[in-house]
C-alpha cells in the first residue's frame, strides 16, 4: 500500500510558477507509474501529468504540455509537478495518484490518491 501527501499549493498571480511536491510512503513506489490530476469546482476530475516508473517516460495533456513538467525521485519516494506561466484557468485541486501502468488518463484506474492541494492563479 502507497501513502501520498501532497504539498506546494498555494496562490499566485497569472504568470507565476509553482512546484509541487507528493510524498509517498511505503516501500513499492518504484513499482508505480505517477500521475497528477486536478479538480475544479464543479468539473470533473482532469488528467495532468503522468510518469513512468523510473521516470524515463513522461505524458501531458495538452493544456500544460511547454509549462508543466513532472519528474521523481524514488530515492526520495516523492514526485514533483513544476508549473511554469500558470495561468487562471490552472486553478483547482491538485492531486496526486499512483498507478502500475503509465500513462493512464482515467482516475479510476488509478490506485492510490492523496489529499490533494489548493492551487489558485489570479488574473
Known amino acids: 500500500q502507497v501513502q501520498l501527501v501532497e504539498s506546494g499549493g498555494g496562490l499566485v498571480q497569472a504568470g507565476g510558477s509553482l512546484k509541487l511536491s507528493c510524498a509517498a510512503s511505503g516501500r513499492l513506489f518504484s513499482s508505480y507509474a505517477m500521475g497528477w490530476f486536478r479538480q475544479a469546482p464543479g468539473k470533473d476530475r482532469e488528467f495532468v501529468a503522468s510518469i513512468s516508473r523510473r521516470g524515463g517516460r513522461t505524458y501531458y495533456v495538452d493544456s500544460v504540455k511547454g509549462r508543466f513538467t513532472i519528474s521523481r525521485d524514488n530515492a526520495k519516494t516523492t514526485v514533483y509537478l513544476q508549473m511554469n506561466s500558470l495561468k487562471p484557468e490552472d486553478t483547482a485541486v491538485y492531486y496526486c495518484?499512483?498507478?502500475?501502468?503509465?500513462?493512464?488518463?482515467?482516475?479510476?484506474?488509478?490506485?492510490?490518491w492523496g489529499q490533494g492541494t489548493q492551487v489558485t492563479v489570479s488574473s
Open positions: 495518484a499512483a498507478d502500475f501502468v503509465f500513462g493512464n488518463t482515467d482516475p479510476q484506474r488509478y490506485d492510490y
